[in-house]
């Protein structure tokens, strides 16, 4: 349901990080292309936090819209990865983001990854997020706009057996959460929707987060989820392997007073 490369809501993931050490824990950080295009204004643009080959692949976009989005979700992962890592900003564009597909081992596509941390990207119509953790901690991520209506069998397809009946006629929001839910469980799995949702069962685990009961998978089975502040209009989840909830970043805590010159 979104262009995947894999704040207004409350949620898990309330909290701050300020600093400009390295980080420790699972940390995520949501915003808007638009706002994302701004915060990068006196840096000189989306483009100085970007490989040549990004730049390049961005602008093969025809829409407008389309290049944006592409172009900051990128900006987001690296600079995520780079603040992580203890960084200064404009050290995001020299990182080297490697591929690798889990279900043809392909390295010309499939998941992006840097060195030293785990991450994971999501991007959905105007706004985006990424996640950033330990090397070889599961994280995954999914952001969704909230929509009008669900696709036909989403029901089915999405939700575990024991679930359906707890999902009340016409919640599309609810639905949708089950969704972002499950997605990023699958994404820090490796997995994606080479397994169908329907096959993970979301238990709450308190602290508004649930844990996946999946004993077929074992990369799955076990892992925690919950949701996380986003943009209004949107929903979105962030699952790690850690158990304990992910961490909020703003914008300030990426750029950080005096790490981005003007």
């Given at each position: 349901m979104?262009?995947?490369?894999?704040?207004?809501?409350?949620?898990?993931?309330?909290?701050?990080?300020?600093?400009?050490?390295?980080?420790?824990?699972?940390?995520?950080l949501s915003v808007l292309s638009r706002k994302l295009e701004s915060g990068c204004a006196p840096a000189g643009g989306l483009g100085a936090f970007l490989s040549p080959a990004e730049v390049?692949?961005?602008?093969?976009?025809?829409?407008?819209?389309d290049r944006l989005d592409y172009a900051a979700s990128h900006v987001l992962f690296r600079l995520l990865a780079a603040r992580w890592l203890g960084l200064p900003p404009l050290?995001?564009?020299?990182?080297?983001?490697?591929?690798?597909?889990s279900g043809c081992g392909s390295t010309?596509?499939?998941?992006?990854?840097?060195?030293?941390?785990?991450?994971?990207?999501?991007r959905s119509h105007g706004a985006m997020i990424a996640a950033a953790g330990p090397a070889r901690t599961p994280?995954?991520?999914d952001i969704e706009r909230l929509p009008d209506r669900l696709f036909d069998g989403f029901d089915e397809?999405?939700?575990?057996?024991?679930?359906r009946g707890?999902?009340?006629?016409?919640?599309?929001?609810?639905?949708?959460?089950?969704?972002?839910?499950?997605?990023?469980?699958?994404?820090?799995?490796?997995?994606?929707?080479?397994?169908?949702?329907?096959?993970v069962h979301l238990t709450p685990?308190?602290?508004?987060?649930?844990?996946a009961d999946c004993p077929g998978q074992p990369k799955v089975h076990g892992l925690t989820v919950g949701p996380v502040p986003v943009p209004e209009g949107y929903l979105a989840a962030v699952s790690a392997g850690s158990g304990l909830p992910p961490v909020s970043l703003s914008l300030a805590d990426v750029f950080g007073a005096g790490r981005l010159p003007r």
């Open positions: 979104t262009a995947d490369d894999d704040g207004a809501g409350r949620g898990v993931g309330a909290r701050t990080v300020v600093g400009s050490g390295a980080l420790t824990g699972v940390v995520f390049t692949a961005a602008g093969r976009f025809r829409r407008v819209e050290a995001a564009a020299g990182l080297g983001v490697t591929r690798l597909c010309q596509h499939g998941k992006p990854a840097v060195e030293g941390v785990s991450l994971s990207l999501s994280v995954g991520a397809f999405v939700a575990a057996p024991g679930e707890q999902l009340p006629t016409h919640d599309v929001a609810g639905r949708l959460r089950l969704w972002v839910a499950k997605e990023a469980v699958l994404k820090a799995a490796g997995l994606g929707l080479a397994v169908e949702p329907s096959s685990a308190g602290c508004s987060l649930f844990v």
